[in-house]
């Protein structure tokens, strides 16, 4: 008969894991330790044509030749293996096991007692009396059938390899990607997201009176509530509230915050997604949740409005959605829905993160929306709202607690918004959030500066003036300028809503083959090169017979076309020329001619010459405009002082090879200096 450590597999990648070191290490031990005294183990069996490894054998051999870098292998060999099914059993279904496992660990925490050794009547006696109705973990021992003994052994084991069953309890969802559990890998956030939604929610709720309730109503999220335990629930008494959702992914849910032995309870949702919660307490939400993955933007907003429509003042609510829905532009009756949310004027704080923060898909940002008491005492017309674009700023601890510290200040009155010093977030009133069409966290503040910083400007353009002016023997025609009355400017907008209002176009730049390119003569290229250093590179060029031969789909720039990229750093220049080839990473913006929609080649290139150097999320770059009046003779002023600036680089190139030449002559012997000074008298007394 198979005994129970023969039954456990691992994969190469299971090795790798086990002995911490990269995938293809394992491989070079498998093939330099073939021909020697300490062979690496054969494979035990296949598995959809995956080669399995016998446990024992695998953590015997690492013991033996010192490989790896866990000394505790043998010890941890559970926690990356996986239970085989008997040869006579047909091979089990990886998401029941993993129920199966769950459940087990879960019962293992009840009972207090091992469950390894026990018959399945015995288990199935236990899970009744532990679960008896059926919410999150009867079931799924019941279907484990006749496999359900072994299973409750292996999962002893896997608790002693952890150390403890809730610590193998996370382990076994760390491993959610490789193991298939796409509802819960589809919605995985980050650690770093994790820990600023569960200690922005846990700071919250310090701030009420009570016991410490959380509630999270979606369908089988549960991964801030255990971030939440994690980071605080040593240190004073929480009670969760989770939704009574049926589905598979809230009953893991609920097998989670028992494995963890918190103080939890079911909380009713309708048909209609509504429920109830009274007193003092913090909702907490992810979007979509593990239990509805495919959740559109209506959907989510529809789940946000229900959070509203049960809070009063004394409750509070964290949601993390992706920023497309929170806070980028919205149109249509998803956006009609989102304004009424804001109407509402619970909406305290809006947030716009990094990307990143998603595992399943990194280049989405997320953002997050803060709710909390809605001032019916304030006109409408004078409400207000807290906005902060973190979209190019990592989640260090230094920024996370100051962005939990803005976060927990806009909970308050007018006069403690005023008192509190704001690192990130800015005031707006919540009419002017309603009344644009763009994004939320670009609207324009509520308090302006404008005529202030048009008063200094103006002096220090007065004083550089005169100064050019003094020095030059030919004075250049430079601008006269005085402070603006008013802000009259055009609000900036995003370069994919310029895209859409046709006021811009993006053209993609081409591929080159580097023997087609010379240094010589024809058309000239703009690729990164020129754009890292775009005055002292040294020019390429293609000649224009083999670029129209060999790239037919290519196109040439037109004069004012900005080119630009955003790697390794967002860079542009303006080629004012035009008739140049575009290189790829390189790309073009080219403004209408006819609706240039007050933009100015040299104000788009000069705002993303000062994005930050990990924005890489050119759509959602902001450009300022000029209104018309103003745009015309602004290009000219630019083109003017791009003159001079030209002149000066050219005269500054002209010194440092005057400088060389001198350098190099006189001091090779080649030259000899015959300057007055060196020829005149020696002065009385050093004859």
Request: some cysteine; charged content about 20%.
């Amino acid at each position: 008969m198979e005994t129970f450590t023969e039954t456990l597999r691992m994969t190469l990648s299971d090795v790798a894991s086990l002995a911490q070191v990269q995938r293809p290490v394992v491989s070079m031990w498998r093939k330099r330790s073939s021909g020697g005294p300490l062979p690496f183990p054969t494979a035990a069996s296949h598995v959809n044509g995956v080669e399995m490894f016998d446990a024992d054998h695998i953590t015997a051999w690492l013991q033996a030749t010192g490989r790896g870098n866990n000394p505790e292998a043998r010890n941890d060999v559970a926690v990356f293996a996986r239970l085989a099914a008997p040869p006579a059993e047909a091979p089990r279904d990886s998401r029941q096991t993993f129920d199966g496992l769950t459940s087990l660990l879960a019962l293992k925490v009840i009972t207090g007692q091992a469950v390894g050794g026990s018959t399945a009547t015995d288990l199935l006696d236990a899970a009744d009396e532990a679960d008896p109705d059926d919410v999150f973990l009867y079931a799924e021992l019941e279907g484990l059938g006749s496999a359900l003994p072994g299973l409750a052994g292996f999962a002893d084991r896997l608790a002693d390899s952890a150390f403890s069953a809730p610590a193998a309890f996370e382990k076994l969802l760390a491993h959610r990607f490789k193991e298939g559990l796409r509802e819960q890998s589809d919605t995985a956030l980050t650690d770093d997201a994790l820990r600023l939604v569960g200690a922005t929610a846990m700071e919250l709720a310090s701030t009420l009176d009570g016991r410490l309730l959380f509630v999270d109503s979606t369908p089988g999220g549960s991964d801030v509530m255990q971030s939440i335990v994690e980071q605080f629930g040593e240190s004073r008494p929480i009670t969760f509230l989770t939704a009574d959702h049926h589905g598979s992914a809230s009953r893991l849910a609920r097998r989670r915050l028992a494995v963890h032995g918190t103080d939890s309870s079911p909380v009713k949702i309708d048909a209609k997604g509504a429920f109830a919660v009274s007193g003092p307490a913090v909702h907490v939400a992810q979007y979509p949740a593990p239990g509805d993955p495919s959740l559109n933007t209506g959907g989510i907003l529809l789940g946000i409005e229900n959070i509203v429509l049960q809070m009063d003042d004394s409750q509070r609510a964290v949601v993390i959605a992706p920023a497309r829905v929170l806070c980028d532009a919205l149109a249509g009756d998803a956006g009609n829905l989102r304004s009424d949310l804001l109407r509402s004027g619970r909406v305290r704080a809006i947030v716009r993160l990094q990307s990143g923060l998603l595992r399943a898909k990194p280049r989405e940002p997320q953002a997050l929306w803060v709710l909390g008491p809605s001032f019916a005492e304030v006109p409408i017309a004078d409400r207000w709202t807290m906005v902060a674009d973190l979209s190019t700023t990592p989640l260090t601890t230094a920024v996370s607690q100051d962005l939990i510290s803005d976060v927990v200040a806009s909970m308050g009155s007018r006069a403690t918004i005023r008192a509190h010093s704001f690192r990130f977030a800015r005031l707006v009133q919540t009419r002017v959030l309603l009344a644009g069409k763009g994004a939320l966290v670009s609207v324009p503040a509520i308090k302006s500066t404008t005529a202030a910083r048009g008063a200094e400007a103006a002096l220090r353009v007065e004083e550089l003036v005169r100064l050019l002016s003094a020095e030059a023997a030919h004075p250049p025609a430079l601008p006269n300028v005085q402070p603006a009355a008013t802000a009259a400017g055009i609000p900036s907008a995003t370069v994919q809503e310029l895209i859409t209002a046709g006021t811009i176009k993006y053209l993609k730049g081409i591929r080159l083959e580097e023997t087609d390119m010379n240094r010589e003569a024809g058309s000239r290229i703009l690729g990164r090169e020129e754009l890292m250093d775009p005055h002292n590179h040294l020019p390429r060029f293609i000649t224009l017979l083999d670029f129209a031969a060999k790239y037919p789909g290519g196109r040439l720039t037109e004069p004012g076309d900005v080119v630009f990229c955003t790697s390794p750093r967002p860079a542009a220049v303006v080629d004012a020329e035009g008739g140049a080839v575009v290189v790829f990473p390189a790309r073009i913006l080219r403004i209408h001619p006819g609706d240039p929609g007050g933009l100015v080649p040299d104000v788009v290139a000069a705002d993303i010459n000062a994005r930050p150097a990990a924005d890489k999320t050119w759509r959602n770059w902001r450009l300022r405009r000029t209104p018309d009046r103003q745009r015309r003779p602004l290009a000219a002023v630019l083109a003017q002082v791009q003159h001079e600036q030209d002149a000066a680089r050219e005269r500054l190139r002209q010194l440092e090879e005057l400088a060389t030449l001198i350098t190099d002559g006189v001091a090779g012997g080649s030259l000899t200096l015959t300057d007055p000074i060196s020829h005149a008298a020696p002065t009385e007394g050093t004859a």
